[in-house]
């Protein structure tokens, strides 16, 4: 039997908290907060890959202890009718609410699949290379920006198109940046080669939560003098503001790539680290356990809070009022999750 690692379980629950408060709140407008929610939202979704790519990692290692070749076949089997199934329920989600992740978080689900006993030595450079592969479509292929501008400007006509004809499902598959399949597989490997790290070690827990913390302090410091110091220096030199809005001019967003990913990674890591350290510290304390319990229904939970939480309240027609509220409804709904969890 496979005994779950119940530190793994409680950071899958901070990561579906956070998804679900960056979901609720996505078409708000929150321009002064955008920062946070960028790292909100993509450290919760690097968390998810991260994990996923550690239980993959744990699959392994289970095949190692049980030996034999064809227990790693089976497991790879496993893998591969879990990524069907839940690209099924992510196109049916797709159709509702096109900026929701799982049908990528399947398709890579699957390719650490096929790599489940690839050796540690290859995940970096796999790693390494799923980045470039993402890079070259974001910035070298063609224009991400100008074609994105174009298809908001004609978001309506093709929103109404049928979601189960060619151009609707490329046009809601375009939307939701298909090509960071790559980039969220990289995040899935380096999740495969820290789950093969001796993680019960007190020393790589510590590492990775203040380290974490560390990179995310660091990477918002560059990202704050490019939105504002031009901004600063003009109203310095009395020159007319251009305010960086972060869909502006391609060296602008190369700029910011470097510390939006690291700050995710950082995000990410720090949660890991952090869960594992607390779990580990407090076994029996009582409320660290309906987490535990919530991060193992996370994809579960995560279904129901676009189509039971997000439905309902775009059938009420207030899904987008306020910011206030949208935070406010996604923390009820958190709690709800951990209530249906745990009774």
Not at 2 to 12: E, M, S, V, W
Not at 174 to 195: D, E, K, N, P
Not at 231 to 243: E, I, K, Q, T
Request: net charge positive.
């Amino acid at each position: 039997m496979c005994t779950r690692i119940a530190g793994y379980d409680f950071a899958r629950s901070l990561a579906l908290f956070g998804l679900v408060v960056a979901n609720f709140s996505g078409d708000v407008e929150h321009v002064e907060l955008d920062l946070l929610y960028d790292l909100i939202r993509g450290g919760a979704i690097v968390a998810f890959l991260g994990l996923g790519g550690v239980g993959i990692s744990l699959l392994k290692q289970r095949d190692q202890r049980t030996s034999g070749a064809h227990k790693s076949a089976d497991s790879r089997k496993r893998l591969i009718k879990r990524t069907a199934s839940l690209l099924v329920v992510g196109i049916c989600c797709n159709v509702i609410w096109h900026d929701n992740f799982l049908c990528f978080y399947s398709i890579c689900i699957g390719i650490g699949a096929l790599l489940l006993t690839v050796s540690n030595r290859w995940l970096w450079p796999l790693a390494f290379i799923f980045v470039s592969i993402w890079a070259a479509f974001q910035f070298l292929i063609f224009d991400h920006y100008k074609i994105i501008n174009e298809i908001i400007r004609n978001w309506e006509a093709l929103w109404d198109s049928d979601p189960w004809t060619v151009e609707g499902m490329i046009f809601r598959l375009y939307v939701s940046r298909f090509h960071w399949i790559f980039y969220w597989t990289a995040f899935l490997l380096i999740g495969m080669r820290l789950g093969r790290q001796t993680m019960s070690s007190p020393n790589v827990r510590k590492v990775m939560f203040f380290g974490g913390i560390a990179v995310v302090l660091v990477s918002c410091t560059p990202w704050l003098l490019i939105r504002y110091a031009p901004s600063l220096l003009r109203y310095v030199l009395l020159v007319p503001n251009r305010p960086f809005r972060g869909d502006g001019s391609e060296w602008e967003m190369m700029l910011f790539t470097l510390p939006y990913i690291l700050g995710m990674c950082g995000i990410a890591t720090a949660i890991i680290g952090g869960s594992l350290m607390l779990t580990e510290k407090y076994p029996d304390v009582r409320w660290t356990k309906p987490l535990i319990v919530t991060g193992q229904l996370a994809l579960t939970l995560y279904v129901a809070h676009l189509v039971i939480g997000m439905g309902l309240l775009k059938a009420l027609g207030v899904l987008d009022k306020t910011l206030p509220f949208a935070v406010g409804s996604a923390v009820v709904f958190c709690i709800c999750a951990v209530i249906f969890s745990y009774s």
